[in-house]
């Protein structure tokens, strides 16, 4: 499970438990971030491991152990040893925050014989769009089993006072400006830094109080970003090294090498861009600094949110541009006309706000069960006895 799913799979359980207090989980992740994020939030009454390989042999073990009484499986999970041993064995298997991409989609179509089998296995299948109603439906999900629901991700999207509270005073601590109208580069990919850089440069010609946040989406890429900046002689601060440490002088460049505090950074920002969006494909998640009421920028590549862009962009909530120049542009429009970013931030907020509640009707259409294991996710009469 990516770590936008481990979100969605946490956020479902906490919901579901509050229907459903009796409920207990065995929650598994496939990377390791996504298993440390899960260890720091998961309940302790609840079990987390890696996913298994899903070979027959291998997931006959996994759910004799756990023995669940469903199996959920969270947005494009569809592990299909899994799906068919779970069905054999009587395990309800359901699919919540379901989405397909045009890419999946013409991959899984040249399979339709197999993909039939394994899709007509699950129900009920819970999806984010109408797009990926029918592209599941189109590789053999049955129509009735399908339920456009909208999207989790407006759900998972939480804020955390007190994370928010702490990037603002590294921002004090950082000395920079009160008036300082701050640029963050969010979850951005290779060559997206270089790009906000050299930005960044040229804007600050005329806009002195201009401030840079780069938080890329892989911290292992640091040395990478670093040696970005220091290619442009931008003077910059590592989050990593301003715990314990007093006021510094301001930098240029606030590089934010940790994991898990990009949320609290949006809080802090005026205008945002969010990466893997402009030179490479998919995109990352624009519904978190929409929750902060940021302005938003993102690129032509989007591919990742196909139930979520078009809500944005018929409210004129974000700005989505298609290169590079274009990025330039629309930033310096926003820096210059502080009202209308004001004006973007807030419709941004409003559809965030107005998107909520997808979970609950998720919860209400699975009714109840008394374990589940997001292995997705599962649902049992006991608690299980594999270790984390």
């Given at each position: 499970?990516?770590?936008?799913?481990?979100?969605?799979?946490l956020?479902?359980?906490?919901?579901?438990?509050?229907?459903?207090?009796?409920?207990?989980?065995?929650?598994?992740?496939?990377?390791?971030?996504?298993?440390?994020?899960?260890?720091?939030?998961?309940?302790?009454?609840d079990?987390?491991?890696?996913?298994?390989?899903?070979?027959?042999i291998?997931?006959?073990?996994?759910l004799?152990?756990?023995?669940?009484?469903?199996?959920?499986?969270?947005?494009?999970?569809?592990?299909?040893?899994?799906?068919?041993?779970?069905?054999?064995?009587?395990?309800?298997?359901?699919?919540?925050?379901?989405?397909?991409s045009?890419?999946?989609?013409?991959?899984?179509?040249?399979?339709?014989?197999?993909?039939?089998?394994?899709?007509?296995?699950i129900?009920?299948?819970?999806?984010?769009?109408?797009?990926?109603?029918?592209?599941?439906?189109?590789?053999?999900?049955?129509?009735?089993?399908?339920?456009?629901?909208?999207?989790?991700?407006?759900?998972?999207?939480?804020?955390?006072?007190?994370?928010?509270?702490?990037?603002?005073?590294?921002?004090?601590?950082?000395?920079?400006?009160?008036?300082?109208?701050?640029?963050?580069?969010?979850?951005?990919?290779?060559?997206?830094?270089?790009?906000?850089?050299?930005?960044?440069?040229?804007?600050?010609?005329?806009?002195?109080?201009?401030?840079?946040?780069l938080?890329p989406?892989?911290?292992?890429?640091?040395?990478?970003?670093?040696?970005?900046?220091?290619?442009?002689?931008?003077?910059?601060?590592?989050?990593?090294?301003?715990?314990?440490?007093?006021?510094?002088?301001?930098?240029?460049?606030?590089?934010?090498?940790?994991?898990?505090?990009?949320?609290?950074?949006?809080?802090?920002?005026?205008?945002?861009?969010?990466?893997?969006?402009?030179?490479?494909?998919?995109?990352?998640?624009?519904?978190?600094?929409?929750?902060?009421?940021?302005?938003?920028?993102?690129?032509?590549n989007?591919?990742?949110?196909?139930?979520?862009?078009?809500?944005?962009?018929?409210?004129?909530?974000?700005?989505?541009?298609?290169?590079?120049?274009?990025?330039?542009?629309?930033?310096?429009?926003?820096?210059?006309?502080?009202?209308?970013?004001?004006?973007?931030?807030?419709?941004?907020?409003?559809?965030?706000e107005?998107?909520?509640?997808?979970i609950?009707?998720?919860?209400?259409?699975?009714?109840?069960?008394?374990?589940?294991?997001?292995?997705?996710?599962?649902?049992?009469?006991h608690?299980?006895?594999?270790?984390?």
């Amino acid at each position: 499970m990516s770590v936008g799913e481990i979100y969605v799979a946490l956020r479902f359980i906490k919901a579901y438990r509050e229907v459903h207090p009796d409920t207990f989980f065995a929650l598994s992740t496939t990377t390791s971030t996504g298993h440390a994020i899960a260890r720091k939030e998961i309940d302790p009454r609840d079990v987390l491991f890696y996913f298994p390989v899903d070979l027959p042999i291998v997931i006959r073990k996994v759910l004799r152990i756990i023995n669940p009484v469903r199996l959920i499986l969270v947005e494009g999970e569809f592990w299909p040893n899994l799906i068919r041993l779970a069905d054999q064995r009587g395990i309800p298997v359901s699919l919540i925050n379901g989405r397909m991409s045009e890419r999946s989609y013409k991959g899984y179509r040249r399979l339709k014989s197999l993909t039939a089998d394994v899709l007509r296995r699950i129900h009920p299948i819970c999806v984010q769009g109408d797009i990926d109603a029918k592209r599941l439906i189109g590789i053999g999900a049955l129509a009735g089993n399908v339920h456009v629901m909208g999207t989790v991700k407006f759900d998972v999207a939480e804020r955390n006072l007190a994370g928010e509270k702490a990037a603002q005073d590294i921002i004090h601590q950082l000395g920079v400006s009160a008036d300082a109208v701050i640029l963050l580069g969010g979850s951005t990919w290779p060559g997206e830094e270089a790009v906000l850089c050299d930005l960044y440069k040229n804007l600050r010609i005329k806009n002195k109080n201009l401030f840079l946040i780069l938080v890329p989406r892989h911290v292992e890429r640091a040395d990478e970003v670093l040696e970005c900046l220091e290619e442009r002689g931008l003077s910059f601060v590592r989050r990593s090294q301003l715990d314990g440490a007093g006021k510094v002088e301001a930098p240029d460049v606030l590089f934010v090498d940790t994991t898990g505090e990009l949320r609290d950074f949006y809080s802090v920002a005026d205008i945002i861009f969010v990466g893997k969006s402009l030179l490479e494909h998919g995109g990352q998640n624009p519904i978190e600094p929409a929750m902060c009421g940021k302005a938003v920028v993102v690129g032509p590549n989007m591919e990742n949110f196909p139930a979520v862009m078009p809500v944005f962009l018929s409210k004129n909530a974000l700005v989505q541009i298609k290169n590079i120049s274009e990025l330039e542009a629309s930033i310096t429009e926003l820096l210059a006309d502080e009202p209308a970013r004001t004006a973007l931030g807030a419709r941004a907020a409003q559809v965030v706000e107005e998107n909520c509640g997808v979970i609950q009707k998720t919860v209400q259409l699975l009714g109840p069960g008394d374990l589940i294991s997001c292995m997705p996710i599962r649902l049992t009469h006991h608690h299980p006895t594999c270790g984390s």
